[in-house]
Structures are given as C-alpha cells and as structure tokens.
C-alpha cells in the first residue's frame, strides 16, 4: 500500500505593506495548528518517507511546526517552486515523478489540495468523506492509500482513509 498526504499549509497572515503573497508568514494560530498536527501524526504512526513542498513561505512554516515534533523521524524533503502556483493536474505530474516511496507529504495550496482530494479517490472511510466533503481547511490533511506506486497515480484510484481538520486534532 502507497500512502499520500495533502496538506494544506495553516492559517497565514495577510501581507504586509511591501510583502508579496509568497512572503506571507503563518499566524500565532497557524503555528499551533501545525505542531498538532505533527504530534497527531507522530502519535497515530502516520510518518513519511519524503516530503514535496512548495516554495512559499507559509508552505515552509507549516513543514518546520509539523515535522517540529518528529525528532529522529525526519522525512527526505524537496521544496519545488511549482507548487506554488500550478493547477492540480501539475500537481499529478509532480508527485509521479517523484523519487519512489511508500509514504509521500504534499506541503501545498487550495484550490488544488481540494481539487486532489475529491479527485484521487475512488471512495474510502465514511467519515472521512463527509469532512472532506465540507472544504480543505488551513491546515487541512488528506491522508489517501493506493494500491499502485504513486508514480501511477490516477484519478478515482485512491482510498481516502482520513481527513484531518486542525479543530479535530
């Protein structure tokens, strides 16, 4: 089984006077969100084996608080610029030519976090479903199994198997 996890990275500031969308920077809450995140993760044994993770400042932020709490158990990371600002197709793209692994992190932005989630699986845990159903929140976690390699990813072939809310972590 091939595991892939979206996260949308947590809640950020507005920019400043002078800041670009690119520079804006997590808020005190989404700081927070993040670390429990990871602790949520570590705990559940939900851990990785490479991370992509766009190039924005908030993208990068989210990482540092989540994989903050995985001690020893840090990840492979490559930080991609195209994460920014593709579409989910492009995401697609990227995540097959990623280096093969059994437990990938996508560290990302809306609209194609949401777009990935609904499009990916096939079908998957009843609750699950129902909370990803409502939209993918700041620091929102789609955790989604495939039989086949992630470099074979395709549309309808997933299992969400959880979706993770900050409220519900």
Not at 17 to 46: N, V
Not at 86 to 98: F, G, K, L, N
Not at 122 to 135: F, H, P, V, W, Y
Request: net charge negative; aromatic share 6%.
């Amino acid at each position: 089984m091939h595991r892939l996890f979206l996260l949308r990275h947590a809640k950020s500031g507005w920019a400043a006077p002078g800041m670009t969308d690119f520079e804006r920077p997590l808020t005190a809450s989404g700081i927070s969100d993040a670390e429990a995140l990871g602790r949520h993760m570590r705990d559940s044994g939900l851990l990785l084996d490479l991370v992509l993770c766009s190039t924005a400042r908030r993208a990068r932020e989210t990482l540092d608080r989540v994989l903050s709490v995985f001690g020893e158990m840090t990840p492979r990371i490559i930080h991609d610029e195209e994460l920014y600002n593709s579409d989910a197709a492009r995401y697609v793209e990227i995540i097959r030519q990623a280096p093969e692994n059994a437990a990938l992190l996508v560290v990302g932005h809306n609209p194609m976090m949401e777009d990935l989630a609904f499009a990916l699986p096939g079908g998957g845990n009843a609750d699950a479903m129902r909370l990803a159903s409502s939209g993918f929140p700041t620091c929102g976690l789609a955790v989604l199994g495939f039989e086949n390699p992630l470099s074979e990813l395709k549309p309808g072939t997933g299992s969400l198997e959880a979706f993770l809310r900050p409220e519900r972590v």
